[in-house]
């Protein structure tokens, strides 16, 4: 196991200088006043802790607020410190559970060749995007962080880890597939307590501003934010570096928001059934449903954002990880997939390229196309061995 790889003086380096790393971010976005994205989550959460509607009103700050009231409340926290205070430990706070998370993710690996490489490979590959995300103050670095930890506790603390889970999704609704496919692996290994608690925690969460303002004006809040959401997703879901907005950019094709949700629900079901027959023990299958979760998510949300692609973090380590497999083809493959991934993910959109190349794979949406083939290289790998285990079983049986 990877367990005592985390604690020790790698570790502590690549730690130490990462928080370098995005406490020099902070303090350059602290510089040039409170970001868009993070003007808008704390305006919303003031309305909020006022007993305001947030939903649906333009401050001016480049978009609108689509969440949930009590992760306005979190925000509207921050807002009564000072922006820079805020700021500071929001983003530093959103890096060490990031740490804790990869930290816990990693104990659930089998050993591993050349473990130094691979986890100064995973900081190289993953930084960039988590870059990018802490310029723009997104909170997807802190429910990252959270969902490593809820796979890691599922086993351990699975009402802490069904709990934590709830509140992410309610927060955002991206950790909703990773979470999903973790609860089928639960129930495939029968650890039956996380999916059940986690509807009832969620069910808390989401009733909770009924406690807090009364059914009326609860009831008006998810009406408002729902409207604002379906208006604002069915206007312009072909614009964001989605699947979906890959082919409508690339080939002109355009896509109506029917074929798109059966899409979205085809794929749902495929790797839900992948998880069901995978033939694996509980903690690699723990690892590769919350990764196909992930990649599911960057290729298919319709809000998939260029600077969130770090929620695709988990498949990209658990890839990495195969890359040093003693299975020859296993590791040629994930090396060409981890490769197409980096150069489509972040090499096309950074400085590494010219400018005109860069602004093209920005037009045509590229960035979804190396994190489809990462999510095809691990089915794959997953459905090569559930054919392999029925192949076998039909051998014993003859």
Request: with cysteine.
């Amino acid at each position: 196991m990877l367990q005592r790889l985390p604690q020790g003086k790698l570790w502590k380096s690549l730690l130490f200088l990462q928080v370098l790393i995005v406490l020099g971010i902070t303090i350059k976005t602290m510089l040039g006043g409170p970001p868009g994205h993070y003007a808008i989550f704390t305006t919303a959460g003031k309305y909020l802790l006022q007993g305001k509607n947030p939903y649906g009103v333009e401050w001016g700050f480049g978009g609108l607020w689509f969440y949930s009231p009590l992760c306005g409340w979190f925000f509207g926290l921050l807002s009564l410190m000072p922006f820079k205070v805020g700021l500071l430990i929001f983003n530093l706070g959103s890096h060490l559970l990031i740490l804790e998370g990869v930290r816990r993710f990693l104990k659930l690996f089998p050993d591993i060749n050349k473990p130094n490489a691979f986890l100064s490979l995973l900081v190289v590959l993953s930084t960039g995007e988590l870059i990018g995300a802490y310029q723009s103050i997104k909170i997807e670095m802190a429910m990252i962080g959270i969902l490593l930890i809820v796979t890691e506790q599922v086993s351990v603390r699975p009402i802490l880890a069904a709990s934590l889970a709830a509140l992410i999704v309610n927060f955002k609704w991206f950790p909703a597939a990773p979470v999903g496919l973790l609860a089928i692996a639960s129930l495939r290994h029968r650890k039956f307590k996380f999916p059940l608690a986690l509807p009832i925690f969620f069910l808390f969460f989401f009733l909770l501003p009924v406690f807090i303002y009364g059914w009326s004006f609860a009831l008006e809040l998810y009406r408002t934010q729902h409207v604002t959401l379906d208006r604002f997703v069915s206007q312009v879901y072909g614009d964001f570096p989605s699947v979906f907005g890959m082919v409508i950019h690339t080939f002109n094709i355009m896509l109506s928001p029917v074929i798109v949700a059966i899409v979205m629900g085809l794929v749902a079901i495929i790797l839900a059934g992948f998880v069901v027959f995978a033939p694996y023990q509980w903690d690699l299958l723990s690892v590769i449903s919350i990764s196909l979760g992930s990649l599911y998510v960057v290729n298919f949300n319709l809000l998939s954002q260029f600077n969130a692609y770090a929620i695709a973090t988990p498949a990209l380590a658990y890839t990495l990880f195969l890359c040093f497999s003693e299975n020859k083809w296993k590791r040629y493959l994930s090396i060409l997939g981890v490769a197409a991934y980096w150069m489509t993910v972040s090499m096309f959109y950074s400085d590494l390229v010219p400018l005109s190349f860069r602004d093209f794979c920005r037009e045509i949406r590229i960035k979804p196309l190396g994190s489809l083939i990462l999510l095809t290289l691990l089915l794959g790998l997953v459905g090569y061995d559930i054919v392999h285990r029925q192949i076998s079983d039909s051998d014993v049986k003859a």
